[in-house]
């Protein structure tokens, strides 16, 4: 099982940007996906999580701004970023919780990081 992001960039103050991930594999179930991210020097935070069924969950400091979204047929999740902060730099990660089988627990799947770099 493999999670592969992208989307990630520089943009100005102000600017959007959109991530995507998308899982690939041996997949059951995927439940929930989300997005992370990492500032240096700081430790990862959640972002944003999203359900099969689509419950959504955001970082107070994203609310409003962001959005996340997900396909369960493609097992594809996105992050719609919005009014982008110098604040909002980090390295973003795709997390999703994957079992691959209706008999086997689910394991924490990481994909690599994307940077985001929000600067004028």
């Known amino acids: 099982v493999q999670l592969q992001a992208s989307g990630g960039g520089l943009v100005q103050p102000g600017g959007s940007l959109r991530l995507s991930c998308a899982a690939s594999g041996s997949i059951f179930s995927i439940d929930p996906m989300a997005w992370y991210r990492q500032a240096p020097g700081k430790q990862r935070e959640l972002v944003a999580a999203?359900?099969?069924?689509?419950?959504?969950n955001y970082a107070p400091s994203v609310k409003g701004r962001f959005t996340i979204s997900r396909d369960n047929a493609k097992n594809t999740v996105w992050l719609q970023m919005n009014s982008l902060k110098p604040g909002d730099t980090a390295v973003y990660y795709c997390?999703?919780?994957?079992?691959?089988?209706?008999?086997?627990?689910?394991?924490?799947?990481w994909g690599k990081g994307t940077q985001v770099t929000v600067s004028s």
């Open positions: 999203i359900t099969s069924g689509g419950s959504t």
């Open positions: 997390y999703a919780y994957i079992a691959t089988s209706a008999t086997l627990s689910g394991l924490d799947y």
